[in-house]
């Protein structure tokens, strides 16, 4: 990137966090701030399960600001604090900048959230535990389990999990992830396998189902398009069943994640 090109961009930032700042100073200063009540649209699940190519084909483009979490650092604080009880979701007025959200953590405060965005439309994205685990040494180009340990999100101590080994620890957290989404009514449930079988279906469906618009033409053009930035994914995301052609998972790896997930696993047809 040429100096030419980064300086406007450093100023666009700039000058949008300035804007966000008064925003968020003006809402603060609001006596009724919470629960508010302006339409959100949510995507959660666990990390490396498709949410970001689903949130982008659903809400990129669209009317109404989007946040993503790999461009707004702050909002690990949010899930994490907020999981903890050190802080509440009422404690971010930021949040009420954006009208579509995608932020998988978001998923272990999901009852906290909607208690403060009541009119929510929560989109839970589910995948095989076993693809998730690949993905994420795929992700993070992880050669063996002492480097899969060293992820961000796989080493972070926030949800409490007492594993050492590292698969055990995806996991678990896949499975916290959807036992606490269980505790909100009417959140929709989709399956990232069901997604790659129809990328423009899916959407349109998905779409209409939260009174969206979806345009098949655009879809088409850019449902095999990646999602992620290079640096994030600089690979083709492989499809459902990847994780029984690679030598990532041991046989002892695939016993232990079906040992902690395979309640929720026989329930979404993964076993």
């Not at 009420?96 to 978001?106: A, D, H, N, R, T």
């Not at 655009?218 to 994030?232: G, K, N, W």
């Not at 994780?243 to 076993?271: F, G, K, P, Q």
Request: proline letters at 6%; hydrophobic letters at 35%; a positive charge.
């Amino acid at each position: 990137m040429s100096l030419l090109t980064a300086v406007p961009g450093k100023l666009t930032r700039r000058i949008r966090r300035g804007r966000d700042a008064l925003r968020v100073w003006r809402l603060s200063a609001r006596r009724n701030l919470w629960p508010c009540r302006d339409r959100k649209y949510l995507v959660v699940g666990c990390e490396s399960s498709g949410t970001t190519p689903i949130s982008h084909l659903l809400f990129r483009g669209q009317p109404g600001r989007f946040l993503i979490e790999g461009d707004e650092r702050w909002v690990w604080d949010v899930y994490q604090c907020v999981y903890q009880g050190h802080r509440r979701v009422q404690d971010y007025p930021r949040l009420q900048l954006y009208e579509s959200l995608k932020v998988p953590g978001f998923a272990a405060i999901l009852p906290q959230f909607v208690e403060a965005f009541p009119n929510t439309h929560t989109i839970y994205v589910v995948r095989d535990p076993r693809d998730v685990a690949v993905s994420a040494y795929r992700t993070w180009k992880a050669a063996g389990p002492a480097q899969l340990a060293q992820i961000p999100w796989v080493k972070q101590t926030w949800l409490g999990i007492a594993e050492t080994d590292p698969v055990a620890r995806l996991a678990q957290r896949w499975r916290i992830y959807l036992e606490r989404s269980q505790l909100v009514p009417g959140v929709t449930y989709v399956r990232y396998e069901d997604f790659c079988a129809d990328k423009v279906d899916f959407i349109t469906r998905l779409a209409v189902s939260l009174g969206r618009r979806a345009d098949d033409q655009a879809l088409q053009h850019r449902c095999d398009q990646q999602a992620s930035t290079a640096d994030t994914r600089a690979y083709r995301p492989a499809g459902p069943g990847s994780w029984r052609e690679t030598d990532c998972l041991s046989a002892e790896d695939l016993r232990r994640i079906e040992e902690i997930c395979h309640v929720h696993m026989r329930r979404w047809n993964y076993l």
